[in-house]
């Protein structure tokens, strides 16, 4: 069951407010009797309480006398004060990350066949977007239709959110679709006017795309995989740094996008979003 204390008062401070509901206005005397609180402590739990505006006091009377604010009136500041503070810590916790990220140098880049894999859609997706915010100078998208590693309609606003990072850092970035993606993407996919003024971001779409590749800087490759049972499904998601395969994938890469048609093209065909 729900309590005082599970919104930052100590257990003294909310015997001593619940206490004053139940008498009424009381002194520190009665309200010892009545809580159950230590005579040695109810002054220092009265000053705690009263300073986060929970009960008033009546400074004229001797001795002095104390009266609870109305329960929803303290819960709401008890609440405003718990959010206040989350955000100051949040607020902390993002300056030690903006710390860190520039004293921290990145990982040396792996050798030459390391690679790892995700099964199931969220691990794909974490993935690809760890890989996409490592590239320091370009990612190249292939996509020949719905991902086969990831849910576009449930993930589009991650993978917008990871482009437009690395086209800050002045990466390129470059999307080759099939008609059969263009088709899928216009209701839940990352929209080629979120970064079309951007020069670094460009989206080409060709007939012979197929597959659901990316490739980091020239180097690695992270291939999408069907579910072999139900190939409708996302399924996996595999990052190989590999320089030497990565450059054959490049070359293939390349030979689509001189094939293909730049978006305006392909708006003008009725084919792109």
């Known amino acids: ?100 990220v520039r004293d921290l140098e990145g990982p040396p880049k792996p050798e030459e066949g390391f690679w790892t894999a995700e099964v199931g859609a969220d691990g794909a997706l974490d993935l690809l977007l760890e890989r996409i915010a490592a590239a320091e100078e370009s990612v190249d998208v292939v996509s020949g239709a719905t991902s086969s590693s990831f849910d576009v309609r449930t993930a589009s606003d991650d993978i917008a959110d990871a482009i437009s990072a690395t086209l800050d850092r002045g990466a390129d970035v470059r999307i080759l679709l099939s008609p059969a993606a263009v088709e899928a993407y216009p209701d839940h996919g990352v929209s080629v006017a979120d970064f079309g003024a951007n020069d670094g971001f460009e989206v080409r779409v060709g007939d012979a795309v197929y597959g659901d590749v990316i490739v980091i800087d020239g180097t690695e490759v992270c291939v999408g995989f069907p579910n072999p049972v139900e190939p409708e499904e996302p399924f996996a998601l595999i990052d190989l740094t590999d320089p030497a395969f990565a450059a054959q994938v490049v070359a293939e890469f390349e030979r689509g996008w001189e094939a293909a048609d730049a978006v305006a093209d392909a708006r003008a065909d009725g084919g792109c979003p």
């Open 1 to 100: 069951m729900a309590d005082l204390t599970d919104l930052g008062l100590s257990e003294y401070e909310s015997r001593a407010y619940r206490g004053l509901l139940d008498v009424g206005p009381a002194t520190a005397n009665e309200l010892s009797d009545a809580s159950g609180v230590p005579m040695g402590r109810i002054y220092d739990v009265l000053g705690s309480i009263e300073s986060q505006h929970l009960v008033r006091s009546q400074a004229a009377s001797r001795p002095k006398k104390y009266v609870a604010v109305e329960p929803e009136t303290a819960l709401d500041r008890l609440l405003e004060d718990r959010k206040r503070e989350l955000r100051e810590e949040a607020e902390q916790y993002e300056s030690v990350v903006d710390s860190l």
